[in-house]
């Protein structure tokens, strides 16, 4: 999956994949917000985020809420 965003706020990319593993690279992304993994935050292991604008990733994106 290719993300070329600057922000993963308002999109529901994720919401009903099933995901183990997620890369996502090279893309302008500057902001995370704390829903942006709502779904897939049950199932997610592994999360790779590289050479973004990213300053700051909210732990509740990722969080169960369990």
Known sequence: MSIGLNNL??????HKLILKVL????TPIEV???HTFL???YT???L???NS???????SAVKSST
Do not use: W
């Not at 706020?9 to 994720?14: G, K, R, V």
């Not at 890369?23 to 090279?26: G, M, P, T």
């Not at 604008?53 to 732990?59: A, G």
């Open 53 to 59: 604008k990213l300053k700051q990733f909210p732990v």
């Open 39 to 41: 779904g897939i935050n």
């Open 48 to 50: 790779y985020i590289r």
């Open 9 to 14: 706020a308002t999109f529901s990319l994720f």
């Open 44 to 46: 997610l292991n592994e």
């Open 23 to 26: 890369h996502i690279l090279d």
């Open 32 to 34: 995370v917000e704390e």
